[in-house]
């Protein structure tokens, strides 16, 4: 709910000056409610009704900022009103001040300030009926329903479309919030997916080119260098390859494009070799059967990033690459020896290893990687589903 304002509004005072003109000019012509002969009017004379005129004219600024203060001390000035000739302009305040009242007042006022001007109209209409027994008592029960249960009435209406329009604002205003979040999200998913697989298929290529290349400049040796060069070339041909099957990706919208190939466990042979060719010495055991192809491109990426690793960091030795098929997941296993080496032979940033771990999560998997020993140990488990992960 809205707090009420601290000073009157603008159409509040205007409202106020309104009511106190029209009564004023209606006081001037000398029209009244009542003639001065009539029983009720104990404070005759034209300017006892200028009184309760003023005190409800000062109600309307409050219609806003305090509006059961307002109805209030509006209804003892109609009541002293009623003692007077009266004032129609007196009268039509009021009803505004029983409409503000619902309107702007406390959630409570707005449940019980109808029912009990409807027990008011009612009451009003059946006590003088049972008094006089004549059918003009009733027209002082409808008097009583137009000045308090009428105002009451149509302010409840008002309150509910306007709590409900509210309400609607409100939801809008927390769905375009979740959608926002969500596309957020979903930026930052597709974020990440790319740079984990531009770090995976290119790192691997980069770094054989720069330490063939540190090799290459560092040995006096046209048969080494010669070596060092052909190997240079054939991993930034395939660093190209990957380059523009990432390239294809994000170039979905191209029609007469071919879809690009996603690595299996059956490339696992041909990167094995290609670490070889890099130097490594890898010997690859695995066993697998029915690996869903979510499951299949975390394996082989884990495997590509483990495998850059050992060419990186590793001290010389066996890398060993252990890929097992339990009932229920793929269990993978690469060791390289761990220590002898002052600094690694290419920089590393740290992110493969976050992309590790992230492949695995996004599977429901397990991921952990450190030294035991001699050895450095990369583990991973990741459950076979059929259910489909998309690319991760």
């Not at 046209?222 to 991993?235: D, W």
């Amino acid at each position: 709910m809205t707090p009420p304002p601290l000073r009157p509004p603008r159409f509040d005072v205007g409202v106020a000056l309104a009511g106190l003109a029209g009564g004023l000019l209606l006081w001037g012509f000398g029209l009244g409610v009542r003639p001065d002969t009539d029983p009720v009017v104990l404070f005759g004379g034209r300017w006892a009704l200028l009184v309760p005129l003023a005190v409800v004219a000062g109600c309307e600024l409050l219609r806003r900022t305090a509006p059961r203060t307002a109805l209030a001390v509006g209804t003892l000035a109609l009541a002293a009103d009623v003692m007077t000739q009266g004032s129609i302009a007196t009268i039509v305040m009021y009803t505004d001040l029983v409409y503000a009242a619902v309107v702007y007042g406390t959630p409570a006022t707005a449940r019980r300030l109808p029912w009990v001007t409807g027990v008011l109209t009612i009451a009003a209409a059946l006590v003088p009926y049972a008094v006089w027994r004549v059918p003009e008592a009733l027209v002082l029960g409808l008097v009583v329903g137009a000045v308090t249960f009428g105002p009451a009435s149509t302010g409840l209406i008002v309150r509910n479309h306007r709590d409900a329009a509210e309400a609607a604002r409100l939801r809008a205003e927390q769905t375009a919030l979740l959608a926002e979040m969500d596309r957020v999200q979903a930026v930052t998913a597709e974020r990440a997916r790319m740079a984990r697989e531009l770090h995976d298929m290119v790192a691997n290529h980069l770094s054989a080119i720069a330490i063939h290349s540190t090799a290459a400049l560092s040995l006096d040796d046209p048969g080494t260098s010669r070596e060092a060069l052909g190997v240079i070339r054939e991993n930034s041909v395939q660093g190209l390859t990957e380059m523009r099957r990432l390239i294809g990706i994000l170039r979905d919208g191209e029609a007469d494009r071919e879809p690009a190939a996603t690595p299996t466990l059956d490339g696992l042979g041909a990167l094995v070799e290609g670490a070889r060719a890099n130097g490594l010495d890898v010997t690859l055991d695995a066993t697998y059967d029915d690996v869903p192809a979510p499951v299949e491109l975390a394996a082989y990426r884990i495997v590509q990033e483990s495998l850059t690793n050992a060419l990186k960091h590793a001290a010389p030795g066996r890398v060993t690459v252990c890929l097992r098929r339990p009932a229920d997941a793929l269990d993978i296993r690469v060791t390289s020896p761990h220590g002898d080496r002052d600094a690694p032979r290419a920089p590393g940033s740290g992110a493969g290893l976050v992309g590790m771990r992230e492949r695995a999560a996004l599977l429901d998997g397990t991921f952990e990687a450190g030294p035991e020993g001699t050895l450095w140990v990369v583990r991973a488990t990741l459950p076979l589903t059929d259910t489909e992960q998309g690319d991760t």
